[in-house]
């Protein structure tokens, strides 16, 4: 199985920050890396796809980027609505398997 | 619009099955496969299998094979989980969620709204 890796786990920060949040692939997975968001008593919501393309109605305030193994979500002028935990996903292959989460904290 | 509506709450004692129900509506029931994936309490994010909403092929994870079963059922467009022989460990919300290709990669686009199953003696 291909393991997923998270860093950091949570952070804390303010309004109108850039953050930025990392995952890690076991082995190569190309490019086939999905981001998701998900607030308390809520599924987890689509943001990112193929590492880098924007799903369809999420802000253009966050972007992904990677390739290979290495991938970044970055969030630029976090809002209040970005408070949640961020998951990152691989469909490379079965089983599916998704990082440990990133809690995203209001400092 | 695209919804997936899952059946409600269940508690099971250990050793019993749970079966949840996840209906799709706003789409073409066949075209899209079906995935199911669970969270424990403060936990993350585990998946449990697929299935092909068109000809019902499966494939499930290693840890839940012989333990679980995915259906459906297309003359009212709903998808079933079933998990047998349950432990505490079970205890979680289980989501359906549809399986996408954009741009020739897969992806999880709609979700259901999960469905807390408790297991407790």
């Known amino acids: 199985d291909i393991q997923m890796t998270q860093s950091p786990s949570s952070l804390s920060a303010s309004v109108g920050d850039r953050v930025t949040i990392t995952c890690r692939a076991s082995?190569?997975?190309?490019?086939?890396l999905n981001w998701y968001q998900q607030k308390p008593g809520k599924a987890p919501n689509l943001l990112i796809y193929?590492?880098?393309s924007l799903q369809s109605g999420v802000p253009s305030r966050f972007s992904g980027s990677g390739f290979g193994t290495d991938f970044t979500l970055t969030i630029n002028s976090l809002q209040r609505e970005d408070f949640a935990t961020y998951f990152c996903?691989?469909?490379?292959?079965?089983?599916?398997?998704f990082g440990q989460g990133t809690r995203v904290e209001l400092k | 619009q695209v919804q997936l509506v899952q059946s409600g709450a269940e508690v099971k004692k250990p050793g019993a099955s749970v079966k949840v129900s996840c209906k799709a509506s706003?789409?073409?029931?066949?075209?899209?496969?079906i995935h199911w994936v669970r969270q424990a309490p403060g936990q993350g994010l585990e998946w449990l299998g697929w299935?092909?909403?068109?000809?019902?092929?499966?494939n499930y994870a290693q840890k839940f094979q012989g333990s679980v079963t995915m259906t459906r059922d297309s003359s009212i467009n709903t998808h079933y989980m079933e998990l047998r022989r349950l432990r505490s460990e079970d205890t979680a919300v289980y989501y359906c969620?549809?399986?996408?290709?954009?741009?020739?990669?897969?992806?999880?686009?709609?979700w259901g709204q999960g469905t807390m199953v408790t297991v407790s003696s």
């Open positions: 082995q190569t997975i190309t490019r086939n």
């Open positions: 706003g789409y073409t029931f066949t075209t899209y496969w």
């Open positions: 996903q691989q469909s490379y292959s079965v089983p599916r398997t």
């Open positions: 969620t549809r399986g996408v290709l954009l741009s020739g990669r897969g992806a999880f686009d709609f």
């Open positions: 299935i092909d909403t068109k000809n019902g092929a499966t």
């Open positions: 193929g590492a880098s």
